[in-house]
């Protein structure tokens, strides 16, 4: 495999990802591991990665030398870059100049990073200590305003590095510059796909239920599906799919997943009606952090109710079920505080959310994975486009897009308001150009309007539709104003409790896609 060595920064993840998008298997390990056991992975390139410290700062990570001695190809990313220089014998400085964002790099076209690109580029930054020398025998190959030395490399040795992170979107050639390394640098020869990744999946998912039983907890959407799939290759029929019908749901939802998924799959399902439940726990609340940690609490617990039943119905006792297959993502695993050193932003239910004294063991075979790399596997294992395409929906559903206390009747409002903006998009042929439309009621707040002759005082509707690569960034998309307007006028016609349709113009930062 490719190795990117972590050294403690959200980026890593990002970098293997890159990695594979070149076609190529990576894998992750901290920079902890003893270089005897990097080395025993047999890696054919190294990457080191950014992290949050100063080469200098007490504690900070430090690079054995002996890794970059191996004879293994390595590319150091920004830390990992300042560690590589300072192993190697180079100086790295506080300058004073501290670079955060875009920049312009000026690079050497000539060189084996930059073959083939202009001479100079934008390149995302950010750094507070800069090489202020090369280390013997490597080349410097660019510098930027805040760094004479921005990049280096020796093509004997097969050591490169940059200072800024190719690994971001930002920086405009990133992804040549990383393939240069790993295709003329390494000399590697891309080898990595769907197929592959599939099979490696499976066997990994195989080892670790071994021949217990499994449920899955199906929601319908993209993630959960890919995720049952997966697990059905693995362990056949001892896999039973459960899907729970909260309540929050949106129209025609239960009935979409019973006929499409079951239909491409065959897999055992069992639908629980859980509606009741789930409301009355979830009465009286507002706190969205709140309201994710009961969801969560109440699925564990109708899976808990669910598993029990399963093995008795099925009369197989000597196989209890002891696995839960969550279809968590790499971003859920992130932004639930689970990265190295990242905050909690929200407690995603099928991570941050669930009780301590959870009775079964997760599985989560999609972890590592983004979101369209998890549509690829899913082609590759045959899920139904319809669901492979699907745009996400929360685990938690319109109990996060309520914002106020979730009751039946503001449910009823919501669910008919998504109706009808899903069915708008759809129709104008948009889908694919938006990530996903979150429609949110402001059920605590009410405006005055005029209908008819008479005024009204109803609840805002707020639609959020996003552009996004991955969920972890996103941008407001510019519907066009005809769809726009065609949506409001309907909502404000034929839902009666809303008098007010707004567009939520912000970016993810500093908003993030959902309300709660
Ligand atoms: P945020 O609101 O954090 O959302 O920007 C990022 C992406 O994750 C989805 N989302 C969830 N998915 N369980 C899920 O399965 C959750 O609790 C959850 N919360 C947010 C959200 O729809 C968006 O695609």
Redesign the pocket.
Known sequence: PVLVVDFGAQYAQLIARRVREANLFSEVVPHTMSVADMLAKQPAAIVLSGGPSSVYAEGAPSLDKALLEAGVPVFGICYGFQAMVKALGGTVERTGLREYGATQATVRPESTLFNGQPDTQSVWMSHGDSVSEAPKGLAVTATSPGADVAAIEDNDRRLYGVQWHPEVLHSTFGQQVLENFLLHGARLSPDWTAANMVEELVTQAKADIGDARAICAL?G?V??SVAAALVQRAIGDRLTCVFVDHGLLREGEAEQVEQDFVKATGVDLVVIDAREQFLTALAGVSDPEAK?KI??REFIRTFEQAARDIVQDRGDEEHPVKFLVQ??LY??VV?SGGGTGAAN???????G?LPDDLQFSLVEPLRLLFKDEVRQVGRELGVPEAIVAR??????GLG?RIIGEVTEERLDILRRADAIARAELTAAGLDRDI??C?VVLLADVRSVGVQGDGRTYGHPIVLRPVS?ED??T?DWTRLPYEVLAKISGRITNEVAEVNRVVLDVTS?PP??????
């Open positions: 929601s959407g993630d959960s994710r969801i969560g279809g968590t971003p859920d932004e932003i929200k407690s995603h239910h099928n991570v959310g745009q996400p929906f929360p685990g938690p996060i990530w996903q979150p996004s969920a972890m996103a993810k908003g993030t896609i959902e309300w709660e």
